[in-house]
């Protein structure tokens, strides 16, 4: 399994919205509802913000959505905000409890 | 109150062994799945295997397979990584982490930071 496929970076205004692509294959992305997105602060664990390809956990802000077309994931942030300044990353399962994670995305907040 | 408890880093030559453990708690061990992912220095993050079924079931991704051993003992409700012969690519930091079925990890680890140096 190849690394799934994400910009190295994005970049927008506070207030923006940006979206960052996760692209994949049909053996993973585009096959399986299981497309999930991480956020990383610097030094920090990372934190789940996006599960089955369109559901926030609890206590994630509903500025942030995710979506899915044949084989590329998508996160949008909209409104965005200072503290949205991390590293994202996408991952997705690809069959026989084998997952992958996407190279990751590196938002900047102008 | 779901955890995921690492051991501390550690520091270790080139060509020795090492077991690093994640011991869990406020959960059913063997209800979820547990894998391990690594992240080198300045770089992202890859998924490495998992082990599943409390300690039966072990999945390699196909980078990992054969670098490294993935292991479980349920009585105690710890995973382990191992390796038999370290080298300086070995550096990293290490995290193990709860799936949540086939979707999402939902539970992190505080990471196990692993330098290996001559």
């Known amino acids: 399994q190849s690394a799934l496929t994400q910009p190295r970076s994005v970049s927008g205004s506070p207030g923006q919205s940006v979206t960052i692509s996760c692209t994949g294959t049909s053996s993973d992305v585009g096959t399986y509802e299981y497309v999930s997105w991480y956020l990383q602060h610097p030094d920090k664990v990372p934190k789940l913000i996006i599960y089955d390809v369109n559901k926030r956990p609890s206590g994630v802000p509903g500025r942030f959505s995710g979506s899915k077309s044949a084989n590329t994931a998508s996160l949008t942030i909209s409104g965005l905000q200072a503290e949205d300044e991390a590293d994202y990353y996408c991952?997705?399962?690809?069959?026989?409890?084998?997952?992958?994670f996407g190279g990751g995305t590196k938002l900047t907040v102008l | 109150e779901v955890q995921l408890l690492q051991s501390a880093a550690e520091v270790k030559r080139p060509g020795e062994s090492l077991k690093i453990s994640c011991k869990t708690s406020g959960y059913s061990f063997s209800s979820y799945w547990i894998a391990w992912v690594r992240q080198m220095p300045g770089e992202g993050l890859e998924w490495m295997g998992i082990i599943y079924s409390g300690d039966t079931g072990i999945r390699y991704s196909p980078s990992f397979q054969g670098q490294v051993i993935i292991s479980a003992d349920k009585s105690i409700s710890t995973a382990f990584l191992q390796w038999n012969s370290l080298t300086t690519s070995d550096s990293a930091m290490y995290y193990c982490?709860?799936?949540?079925?086939?979707?999402?990890?939902?539970?992190w680890g505080q990471g196990t930071l692993v330098t290996v140096s001559s």
């Open positions: 991952c997705s399962y690809a069959g026989t409890y084998i997952w992958v």
């Open positions: 982490v709860r799936h949540s079925g086939l979707g999402a990890i939902d539970y």
